[in-house]
């Protein structure tokens, strides 16, 4: 049954200071993404009883204190209160305007109980602020919207759409927790001051791409669509610090190699993949891995940078070497590709070829299983509190595409471990990925 939500109103936060009226431009790396990035926290009230209910005062996300707070971080982050247009040539640009930030403010009479899991499936969809995408006009939407939903049982959902366009998942999340910050009270911003200038990743003159593989592993990008979209089972999956350990143990000593957790991790879901989509022994595979450029970059990228600073490596191999080699093979291919092309060299040439490819906006749609698997783990999304405590679960928006997996870390007070969101085409092959998944 879909969860009835009711707006109760709907306003606009501007910053609570005059802020520079500026034009930004945006990197080859801004451009490939014009959805917003989504995200979701779910809040207990201190209160709570064992029933789901709770006897706390109507303070509880007070929505003054949230529109004050979003104001004061609207002044340091002042590009996330302007307006996206395109310039003369079709691209990008960031607008500061000080227009301000949507609010929604809205109520259900479901209980936070009856989420489950949060999987973000269909499910979620009423609590996020709805955005029409249906002419494709990126000025006709502001870049940052957030609903604060009220759960029967007194809980609260959170949820925020911010343009992919201005930032990606570090950015984003130092913005909303300088948010949480402020609405704390904390007035000394203890995170590194944004930095706004993105022509630290322009291309070069003339573009120079030294790698004729380059087009094969550009981010992937899903534009916005309104046609209606396959039913896709999707599935959150826990996996505890002592079955990830043994997940390593299996391939440490894989031709003398250590390998990270994440490689680890990339190489046992490919090849559950690969079992689960019964793909043939000669079909060619791949996994995108996206890297955070922000350290890789020659010089590395300022403290703060504020927008995408993301990079994609691909792997590709043939299904039945991933299936029937040992795990140790997988993962030193994904280990071996990060080691070629996690560097400096090979960001600025994804950048010019960009450049000089600018009409490069889809995702490719291939067999196989092909997926990309961000990692949400190291960032800091669990310090989202906005005085009335820390969130018992952050995740990813309504998930609509297959290909788009997740990892996420469990909440601190749990018994640790990750957790990995997954689409898949069927219940038939999700249950086959649940059985390889766990047989460590």
């Known amino acids: 049954m879909v969860m009835e939500v009711r707006v109760r109103e709907s306003s606009v936060v501007k910053p609570a200071e005059e802020t520079p009226k500026v034009c930004l431009w945006t990197s080859n790396f801004d451009q490939l993404c014009v959805v917003h990035a989504q995200a979701v926290y779910f809040y207990k009230p201190p209160e709570s009883t064992d029933d789901g209910f709770s006897s706390s005062s109507g303070d509880f996300f007070n929505s003054t204190v949230l529109k004050y707070g979003l104001s004061k971080a609207l002044v340091t982050y002042y590009p996330v209160a302007g307006r996206l247009k395109r310039n003369e040539s079709g691209r990008a640009e960031i607008h500061c305007t000080g227009e301000g930030a949507i609010f929604i403010e809205a109520e259900t009479d479901s209980f936070m109980k009856d989420l489950g899991e949060f999987t973000p499936n269909e499910q979620l969809a009423p609590l996020f602020p709805r955005i029409d995408y249906s002419d494709n006009d990126i000025s006709s939407y502001p870049p940052f919207l957030v609903q604060v939903t009220h759960f029967k049982c007194g809980g609260v959902c959170l949820s925020t759409a911010l343009s992919h366009i201005l930032v990606d998942g570090v950015a984003g999340i130092n913005f909303i927790n300088t948010w949480s910050d402020l609405c704390r009270g904390v007035e000394h911003i203890k995170k590194p001051l944004p930095y706004f200038d993105r022509t630290l990743l322009r291309a070069r003159d003339p573009p120079k791409v030294y790698f004729s593989h380059i087009e094969y592993k550009l981010p992937s990008v899903d534009l916005p669509t309104t046609s209606p979209l396959p039913k896709i089972a999707i599935v959150k999956l826990n996996l505890s610090t002592l079955q990830a350990n043994q997940l390593k143990s299996k391939c440490n000593n894989y031709q003398y190699r250590r390998f990270s957790s994440y490689e680890v991790m990339a190489g046992h879901i490919w090849r559950c993949l690969c079992i689960a989509r019964e793909l043939k022994d000669d079909e060619e595979t791949t996994i995108s891995i996206p890297l955070d450029c922000r350290s890789r970059a020659r010089p590395p990228l300022p403290d703060g940078y504020f927008g995408n600073a993301i990079f994609d490596n691909t792997v590709r191999a043939l299904s039945g070497d991933i299936v029937s080699k ?10 071996e590709t990060f080691r070629s092309s996690g560097n400096n060299e090979y960001l600025r040439s994804a950048i010019d070829y960009l450049e000089l490819n600018p009409s490069i906006r889809t995702i490719a749609k291939g067999k196989g299983c092909n997926f990309r698997l961000p990692t949400w783990v190291r960032l800091p999304l669990y310090e989202a509190d906005f005085g009335w405590g ?13 290909g788009r997996t997740f990892l996420i870390p469990n909440p601190a007070e749990s018994d640790g471990g990750v957790c990995l969101i997954i689409p898949l085409e069927s219940e038939y092959q999700m249950n086959i990925f649940k059985k390889v998944f766990y047989d460590i």
Do not use: A, E, R, S
């Not at 040992?326 to 280990?335: D, E, K, M, S, W």
């Open 390 to 402: 820390k969130p018992i679960y952050v995740g990813p928006g309504v998930n609509k595409f297959l």
């Open 326 to 335: 040992p795990l140790g093979y997988t993962v030193n291919l994904i280990h």
